[in-house]
C-alpha cells in the first residue's frame, strides 16, 4: 500500500471525488477521472437490466461526452486489487497507454498506481 497523502493534490483530489461517489450512491466501486484541460468527472457503477457499466467506464464515458479529448489521470475506488482489463482499456482509448489509473480501497489507501497499458 502507498500513502495516498504522497500524491500529487489533482490526483488525490480525483481519489477524494471516486471514494465520494462510492459512498453516497452506495455502489460497489467508485471512481474519477481528470481531462486535458483539468475537469474531473466522476461517477459509480451503472446495474440497470439493460446496461452495466463499471465506474471507470462511465466516468470514462462522462468524459467523453462532455467534449473531453484525452485524459490525464483516472482513480478507482474499489474493493478489488487492481484495475480490470476493460477498465483499463477505457481508460486508454481516451488517454493513451501511458495514463495512469491509481486504484484505492474503500478506505481510500492507494493499493497500486499502474498505467492504462
Do not use: F
Amino acid at each position: 500500500m502507498t500513502d495516498s497523502n504522497a500524491l500529487e493534490p489533482e490526483d488525490r483530489k480525483i481519489v477524494t471525488l471516486a471514494r465520494s461517489v462510492r459512498a453516497r450512491n452506495g455502489v460497489p466501486e467508485g471512481a474519477a477521472v481528470r481531462d486535458e484541460t483539468g475537469r474531473t468527472y466522476a461517477a459509480g457503477t451503472v446495474a440497470l437490466e439493460s446496461l452495466r457499466l463499471s465506474a471507470l467506464q462511465t466516468a470514462v464515458a462522462m468524459a467523453v461526452a462532455s467534449g473531453a479529448k484525452s485524459l490525464e489521470a483516472a482513480a478507482v475506488v474499489t474493493e478489488a486489487e487492481t484495475a480490470s482489463a476493460d477498465d483499463r482499456a477505457a481508460v486508454r482509448d481516451l488517454g493513451g497507454p501511458g495514463t495512469p489509473v491509481l486504484v484505492a480501497g474503500p478506505d481510500g489507501a492507494l493499493r497500486a498506481t499502474l498505467t492504462a497499458g
